[in-house]
């Protein structure tokens, strides 16, 4: 809107372009001269000069002076550009947000727009593995990353990112972290394939300033899993180096073999029953899904319409643990509303891909978001009876991880292979 006449208005499409009204809406009127980009996501007025305007498009950014009579180009830059803030002093310092990180992250003009660095605040153009969220602070947040990055920090909600002082050098992959949610300073990180490390588990205290090795050598972790009741109890999934699933009751330091039954199976997920934690499930690696209902001590597959397929992700509803959803490699998404023992699938609007992280909004638990591995995020507001894509700003980026603000269920994070972190403040409408 211009600041000097509320009777004009400015609007930006999804591949008609810009238009304008002079008369609060009534009318409008295309304004796409030299505008060679259909997808305008923002539209931002110089604060000093409501004549002239900036376009974030689908192309890179354009400028206008003559109030949207024409249009130019700024730079040689045509990525996508999903959003755009000019200084509020001086119109030369722009910043814009790419849609993906390899196309730039957040990149920042001195020279109104004519040359871009790129701005991305200490978080480097890593693969995604891990993803976990404080649960007493949602400003922090942990990511753990592939080739070598280690882990990396933030204290403003992904604002700004530092190393946690966790690397690993050029082979091994952080796979997965978890919180303690008792102590939120002690943080556990899983690590592995490629190039097994000798040490596959590490802990910190002091919420990632330091790390200590902690057990299970030579193999690969790929879930952890805190008991909600006993924060000294964990459950860590093994993918490679065998031995399927261990179990430690003392924070992570002594670790015991809790995997009979399970026959040495790849165990890709963990998930414990928030109202009776001796009740467990693990997704295996073609074995479908096993339950045990003494704390691990022994294992039953439970895959009646399920199958031996590979089962990537789990969730358990925590208003109703009857009701236990499972992902699927090629099968999209299962559920069972009889604790695991009958399972169907759930794939209206989804199709079958490879889904790798299910997450359930705990404040109303028939919203779901589905990570895939080719198709993005898609999202369910109805117990998963039928599902819709939320990809605007990801695209079909393969999804390593979610996570959910535990205080604001609409902001969502999403990790992903190759372009870092995407976060959604408008429950997966849009992201950044």
Do not use: C
Not at 126 to 151: F, K, Q, S, V, W
Not at 312 to 339: C, E, H, L, R
């Amino acid at each position: 809107m211009d600041p000097a006449d509320p009777f004009t208005v400015y609007a930006g499409t999804n591949g008609e372009g810009a238009f304008k009204t002079t008369d609060g809406g009534s009318r409008w009127s295309p304004i796409n001269t030299g505008l060679s980009a259909p997808s305008v996501n923002r539209l931002v007025l110089d604060p000093t000069d409501p004549q002239t305007l900036f376009a974030a498009t689908s192309g890179g950014v354009f400028k206008s002076t003559n109030a949207g009579d024409a249009w130019e180009r700024l730079g040689q830059e045509q990525r996508p550009v999903l959003t755009l803030a000019v200084d509020a002093t001086d119109p030369n310092i722009l910043f814009a947000g790419t849609w993906r990180l390899r196309d730039g992250g957040l990149l920042k003009s001195n020279d109104g727009g004519q040359h871009w660095l790129p701005s991305n605040a200490g978080l480097a153009n890593y693969l995604i593995r891990g993803l976990a969220l404080d649960p007493a602070n949602p400003e922090i947040i942990y990511a753990g990353t592939r080739l070598g990055g280690g882990i990396f920090k933030s204290l403003n909600r992904g604002g700004d990112w530092s190393s946690a002082g966790f690397e690993l050098g050029d082979s091994p992959a952080v796979r997965t972290i978890a919180v303690n949610p008792s102590v939120t300073s002690t943080i556990y990180a899983g690590v592995g394939l490629p190039g097994i490390p000798p040490i596959a588990f590490f802990k910190s205290i002091d919420g990632g300033e330091h790390w200590l090795a902690s057990g299970l050598e030579g193999r690969s972790v790929e879930s952890i899993a805190i008991d909600p009741k006993d924060s000294q109890t964990i459950y860590a999934g093994i993918s490679f180096g065998g031995g399927s699933l261990f179990k430690s009751t003392d924070g992570g330091s002594i670790w015991a073999q809790a995997s009979a039954g399970l026959a040495n199976r790849l165990v890709y997920t963990v998930s414990i029953d928030p109202v009776n934690t001796n009740v467990i499930y693990a997704g295996t690696g073609f074995g479908g899904a096993f339950k045990t209902s003494d704390g691990a001590g022994s294992w039953a597959p439970v895959n009646n319409g399920l199958g031996e397929r590979v089962v990537y992700s789990i969730a358990i509803d925590p208003s109703d643990t009857n009701d236990v959803y499972a992902g699927a490699y090629q099968a999209g998404i299962f559920k069972s509303t009889n604790g695991g023992y009958d399972w169907s699938p759930m794939n209206d609007g989804l199709g079958q891909p490879t889904v790798i992280s299910i997450l359930i909004n705990p404040f109303d638990t028939g919203t779901l978001y589905a990570g895939t591995t080719t198709a993005g995020v898609f999202k369910t507001v109805d117990g998963a009876d039928h599902w819709s894509p939320a990809n605007t700003g990801l695209g079909d980026l393969r999804v390593t991880g979610m996570a959910l603000d535990p205080v604001d269920p609409g902001i969502v994070y999403a990790g992903t292979d190759g372009s870092s972190i995407f976060v959604s403040y408008d429950g997966a409408q849009t992201w950044y």
